[in-house]
């Protein structure tokens, strides 16, 4: 057996004293007292008995249970191994999810921004193993909705539960940005990342994204701005008709592509523009291409083992017994 090997095969020693143990059996049987008279010669000439024919069997049983514990002692086992790629170190990503009320705007048809983007979160979530994931969401104001967790089902019902209206309206990207540095601040992963999905401009907050942005070059973080949206008229909802029907009218929304351009360039990101649901699904997944390639992985081989050792300490101590039984009968002096 190719696979076949011994944990301890210095164990394998105590079978050395085996033979020695079974030439000592056999002397101590030589050298028992013997009791001869000539007058019972004729009985001599009878035959043995069965008992005392296997004198030898309870010694033998017992050397027989010592070799199969020498056995076990040494750990046989057999050995399968399996090529594979094990993920050693996973990532640290905080989103940073923009929720002003710009986001409600109706440009990501069937449905607004927010919808499609929280959608699209969702699969970005899914798509995830052994990485921690937090979420902060902004408006005028930044928030922690979930620090980094692994536990993914919990995001996504926190991620379910933002909508725009809760924070004061604004776009302060770089109290944002601080927010999501600051959660990624006592991490220990060797990657950590900041994902910024906003449709507008910082126009709120007192930090500035570039002060942000060089905080998070200065620790090591990348940030992936993705900018939702397009500028200009976008049909944005302004309340129900008398049928309670949506109504729609073009609002200017004004979007700075250029300075989310600088953000991801300070911390060596890269900038992602989304205008639908499936460019924003593009701009995810070219996320995720970036993540996998700072992902550290080891390669190696992944041995497992089928420990054997119960197969001999199980007839081992039947056997031991079995010896010790026979000892207390007329097998080992018998006549």
């Known amino acids: 057996m190719s696979n076949f090997s011994f944990a301890h095969p210095l164990a394998l020693l105590c079978l050395l004293a085996i033979p020695p143990l079974a030439w000592l059996l056999l002397r101590r049987r ?6 001869v008279a000539p007058s019972l010669a004729p009985l001599m000439l009878a035959r043995p008995s069965l008992a005392a024919r296997l004198w030898w069997l309870p010694g033998a049983l017992s050397l027989l249970a010592l070799t199969l514990t020498a056995i076990a002692l040494a750990g046989p086992r057999t050995q399968s191994a399996q090529r594979r790629d094990l993920s050693v170190e996973g990532i640290d990503i905080v989103v940073a999810f923009d929720l002003s009320t710009s986001m409600l705007a109706a440009d990501f048809k069937p449905k607004d921004r927010i919808t499609q983007a929280k959608e699209v979160l969702k699969e970005f979530i899914n798509s995830r193993q052994n990485d921690r994931i937090g979420l902060v969401v902004f408006a005028s104001e930044a928030y922690t909705q979930c620090p980094l967790t692994l536990d993914y089902r919990v995001l996504q019902d926190l991620l379910e539960q933002v909508r725009t209206g809760v924070i004061t309206d604004g776009t ?20 950590r990342v900041i994902i910024l999905l906003t449709d507008g401009d910082n126009n709120a907050g007192n930090i500035s994204p570039l002060q942000a942005a060089q905080v998070a070059k200065e620790m090591g973080i990348k940030i992936f701005p993705i900018l939702i949206g397009k500028g200009g008229r976008v049909p944005y909802p302004m309340g129900n008709d008398l049928f309670g029907r949506t109504v729609y009218e073009q609002v200017e929304i004004d979007v700075n592509p250029d300075l989310l351009q600088q953000i991801a360039k300070v911390t060596d990101g890269v900038y992602h523009s989304a205008t639908d649901r499936k460019s924003l699904e593009q701009g995810l997944g070219a996320v995720l291409d970036q993540l996998e390639k700072s992902k550290i992985y080891e390669a190696g081989a992944s041995a497992r083992f089928d420990e054997l050792y119960a197969r001999f300490l199980g ?8 010896g010790l039984i026979l000892r207390m009968t007329r097998m080992l002096g018998a006549p």
Do not use: F, H
């Open 30 to 35: 030589d050298q028992g007292p013997a009791l």
């Open 172 to 191: 302060a990207i770089g109290n944002a940005l601080a927010t999501a540095v600051n959660r990624l601040r006592e991490s220990d992963a060797k990657s």
């Open 315 to 322: 007839p081992a101590a039947l056997l031991l017994l079995a």
